[in-house]
């Protein structure tokens, strides 16, 4: 399913001179060039894994034969700064819209299962509630991004997916592996996914670039399936030019999605604990000249689900459990397009509102938790471009706010909570201030990017600290590619692990911050349709934060937040890909990938973890994609996995986890306006945990159509 490469139809342009500047080579990387009737191809081929191409414009000069363009940059999410796949020296996984459009999923956490590296922990299916870690990692050691903007919730890690996307919105999932401080900042200690939505129309359509043109494309599409599972949703999207400013056009789109479940289980009671319901929307634009580019959007995601037994414990077997959330995104972002420093500025704001219930609907028996946070954020980026290669530069200030109800220091003055009869009387606030310098050298067949973040958090008067990372990409040939690294980075406590003192649950407010240094070297190899890689690595932790029980303690044992002194962990991942025809005369592909970890935190008798001594120490993803007949495709998902660690059943047993495979197909029939398809999750009704106590769903089956306007 993850491509290693795919080739890119280039646009061929047209340009009368190189301007006698020493980084005028940079503008070309990634693109067909035309010198007077020579035309040369810079790069074989782009990759997906790394880059996503932004659009050309068009001069105000034209020709019969090409149009003079201006040239633009490829944009690599490995770096600061902007560089070309075959340049690039961090490693990217992505997952393009290709991908996303045969994966049998319903949400991007159920997608990102399918990446090997990546550990999805599910406490409920179709989104409800999923930790996403990576490389034996947690859930709040990650950062997630919309559109390169920051929407990881500092209250917590458990609900950072509640994102305000449809899949159909999305055009790519890129997956960073390793410490990514350097280039995301704070709380991107093990990994980064940045989640990259289209403002424009369906399937690329280009704009005709004269006064008044329109176009307009909409999406509607609608899923049913077990436990009453429904789910409905459109997009409509337009792109208009306009000549004021010359060759200038705006982009917009608009998406809303609803979906709902019984769920698959009762409580002890006989009422439904794990049924769901949730809707979002999001609106997405972008206006672009000759000299800028600038893009915004807005989003809203609300939903509740019920927890069942989500957060309990031997001593607290609570088994009807429910949350609610509703999370705003909104940011606006900015881009020169001209010049040698080219500047990058972002403003965003993020709400998250939470409500947890610990025993559904009896507030009597246990009070609502309510908390509210609000994430403020500015950042400027920089780069430019001389003799020497590319160098790129920035700064960011952060500030999150939080009020509560049962998190956080005593306020000075409290908040009413709207729709209830209490008042916020928590809370905390922090603001993290972050500094980035990189360089970039580029030679023939050799890139090394360096740099650093200096990071300051007001929380716990943290001193100024940097965290530097190299990265290095040698190509000895046009089929191999080699890559070494070794990076630093750090993660602050989220306000749960430092405050979270409720029903069998200690936290510790003066937690320090992880640290983290990764070694990683690997390489890859693609020739004709086989591509093969693979990657080790080595990671070293201080401070890790996790959640641990004494069991000797009996029913005095809480959860409690607690700093690990070290946690070592060594990996290893493989992935292989191949196209052949088979039954007809279009091909086939098939995938397989492994990854295997070790940590070497010698557990003490007695304590069980709840997150950093659980991880999986196998994972393998075999994937096959078969054309049947002309415009019907069968899709294949195999996923084994076995998991280290241990949980206590509401008996008091400690029990290992059982490692599990599932299977997941899907069926598609393919038009050009149209979309039928029917899917198996867990084909084979295997019964499993990612959590001990809580178990997910057997098969479920889906039936689905999109239609195209």
């Not at 009422?271 to 959007?297: C, I, M, P």
């Not at 031997?314 to 010049?339: C, F």
Request: with cysteine; hydrophobic share 35%; charged share 20%.
């Amino acid at each position: 399913m993850y491509k290693p490469t795919f080739n890119m139809k280039r646009q061929r342009l047209v340009f009368r001179h190189f301007g006698n500047k020493g980084y005028s080579l940079f503008s070309c990387l990634g693109r067909e060039v035309v010198c007077s009737v020579l035309s040369v191809a810079t790069l074989t081929y782009a990759s997906a894994e790394s880059v996503s191409t932004k659009p050309v414009v068009s001069d105000s000069v034209s020709t019969t034969t090409a149009r003079e363009m201006m040239l633009d940059e490829v944009s690599v999410t490995g770096s600061r700064a902007p560089l070309t796949k075959s340049q690039a020296a961090r490693m990217v996984t992505v997952l393009d819209r290709q991908d996303i459009a045969q994966a049998p999923v319903q949400s991007v956490n159920d997608l990102l299962k399918y990446a090997v590296g990546v550990d999805v922990r599910q406490r409920g299916p179709i989104g409800a509630q999923t930790d996403i870690s990576i490389r034996g990692g947690t859930q709040d050691q990650i950062i997630l991004l919309l559109n390169g903007i920051n929407i990881c919730d500092p209250q917590t890690g458990h609900n950072a997916m509640d994102l305000p996307v449809d899949l159909n919105d999305i055009v790519r999932i890129e997956v960073i592996e390793g410490p990514a401080g350097r280039i995301y900042g704070s709380s991107s200690l093990v990994g980064a996914v940045n989640i990259v939505t289209r403002s424009g129309n369906f399937g690329g359509t280009e704009v005709r670039e004269y006064e008044g043109t329109r176009n307009d494309c909409a999406q509607i599409h609608a899923e049913i399936g077990s436990y009453g599972y429904g789910n409905v949703g459109f997009r409509y999207a337009r792109t208009t030019a306009i000549t004021l400013p010359p060759s200038s056009k705006i982009t917009q789109s608009l998406s809303a999605n609803y979906s709902r479940s019984d769920g698959y289980s009762r409580c002890k009671a006989g009422t439904l604990n794990t049924d769901y319901s949730g809707a979002k929307g999001f609106y997405q634009g972008q206006y672009e000249d000759e000299q800028l580019r600038l893009n915004w959007h807005l989003g809203i995601a609300d939903k509740g689900w019920g927890s069942g037994t989500f957060y309990a414990t031997p001593k607290w077997q609570a088994d009807n459990q429910y949350e609610h959330t509703t999370k705003l995104y909104s940011a606006i972002q900015g881009e020169t397009k001209r010049g040698r420093l080219h500047f990058a500025p972002s403003i965003y704001w993020n709400q998250n509102r939470d409500r947890y219930e610990g025993y559904r609907g009896e507030p009597e028996k246990m009070k609502y938790n309510y908390n509210r946070t609000d994430v403020y954020g500015v950042s400027m980026n920089a780069y430019f471009d001389w003799k020497a290669g590319r160098t790129a530069f920035g700064a960011e200030i952060r500030n999150e706010d939080l009020v509560s109800g049962n998190l956080g220091e005593p306020l000075s003055q409290t908040h009413h909570i709207a729709g209830t009869d209490r008042d916020y009387t928590l809370g905390v606030n922090r603001t993290n201030i972050s500094g980035y310098l990189e360089h970039n050298l580029l030679l023939k067949n050799l890139t090394i990017s360096a740099g650093l973040v200096a990071v300051k958090n007001t929380w716990s008067n943290m001193n100024m600290t940097v965290y530097p990372g190299i990265d290095i990409s040698y190509r000895p040939t046009p089929s191999w590619k080699l890559h070494a690294a070794i990076n630093t980075s750090l993660r602050m406590p989220s306000f749960t692990e430092m405050y979270y003192k409720l029903q069998g649950y200690k936290a510790d407010p003066h937690l320090k911050p992880e640290e983290m240094t990764a070694i990683e070297a690997g390489g890859s190899y693609t020739r004709g349709n086989l591509s093969v890689g693979a990657t080790a690595w080595y990671h070293h932790g201080r401070n890790m934060i996790d959640w641990i029980m004494d069991t000797s303690l009996g029913d005095d044992a809480v959860w409690q937040s607690v700093n690990h002194a070290k946690v070592n962990s060594i990996g290893f991942e493989a992935n292989a890909k191949m196209q052949a025809k088979l039954f007809t005369n279009h091909y086939s592909l098939f995938t397989i990938s492994y990854s295997y970890i070790n940590q070497n935190k010698e557990q003490e008798a007695n304590i069980v973890s709840q997150y950093a001594l659980e991880y999986l120490r196998h994972k393998l993803i075999a994937n096959a994609q078969v054309p049947i007949v002309e415009h019907l495709q069968l899709g294949l998902n195999l996923r084994w996995q076995d998991r280290v660690g241990q949980y206590t059943d509401f008996s008091g047993a400690i029990l290992d986890y059982e490692p599990y495979a599932l299977v997941d197909a899907r069926l598609t029939w393919q038009q050009n306006s149209y979309k039928l398809y029917l899917e198996a999750n867990n084909l084979l009704d295997k019964r499993y945990a990612d959590f001990g106590l809580v178990e997910q769903p057997g098969r479920w089956l889906i039936a689905g159509f999109s239609f195209r306007l």
